[in-house]
């Protein structure tokens, strides 16, 4: 894994109020044009927390045959208060430790969490995929924000979530009679290939096989 410094960007021992400045500043790096090559490394990114610890796991995959190469697990204090849209301020220190575990840097990276589906268009794969300069998309369980237009019950259908009339994310139907999962731009993506690489990360269960199998490490 290359060497990463994103304590350049900013410190981590904030208030909230200075933590929502930081996503007001940042956001305007991202990028929403693909930057994809090659891709033949995906990551997935989950954290649990037990009582006062955060426990990151990033699962990197083969791409296309989804089979896991290598995982790497971090635990830090948690040391931020859960507060809905300030996520990556209470797991994001575990995260960050978690990839400079990894052997081989990740073409793709799918976090379990929003990205631009965010009030202020800076979810945890935003801020993820800016620290680490890496495509990234924010591939949610549930809606944190936004309006779902009405989604078909097929495996492979989606639908757009909106704020007012700017599409900010889309529901994606990884199996037939299954929840949603809520994809999101991230970073150096645009939402079809978002989209596209959620599916074709999907194997026999409704969450993509990254983000799975880092859920299933970090549990």
Known sequence: MRALDPAL????????????AI?????????????????????????????SESIAAVALLHYPDLSVAEV????????FPY????LSFRELPAVLSAFQGLQQTPDLVLVDGQG??????????????????????GCAKSRL????????????????L??????????????????????????KVDLPTAISYTLSCTGRYRLPEPTRQAHLAAR
């Open 116 to 137: 631009l589906a965010h009030p202020r268009r800076f979810g945890i794969a935003c801020h993820l995929g800016v620290l680490l300069d890496l495509p990234t998309i």
């Open 72 to 79: 790497s697990r971090a635990r830090r204090p948690v040391t």
């Open 23 to 51: 996503q007001n500043e940042l956001r305007g790096r991202v990028s929403t044009v693909s930057s994809l090559g090659d891709v033949r490394w995906v990551a997935g990114v989950d954290v649990g927390v037990r009582g």
């Open 9 to 20: 960007l900013h410190r981590w021992d904030v208030t909230p109020l200075e933590a929502i």
């Open 145 to 160: 924000y936004g309006r779902e237009d009405p989604l078909d019950e097929e495996a492979g259908s989606t639908a757009y």
């Open 162 to 187: 909106r704020d007012g009339r700017e599409i900010i994310g889309a529901l994606v139907r990884t199996k037939r009679g299954s929840k949603p999962v809520y994809v999101s731009i991230g970073h």
């Open 83 to 86: 507060i809905p849209g300030l």
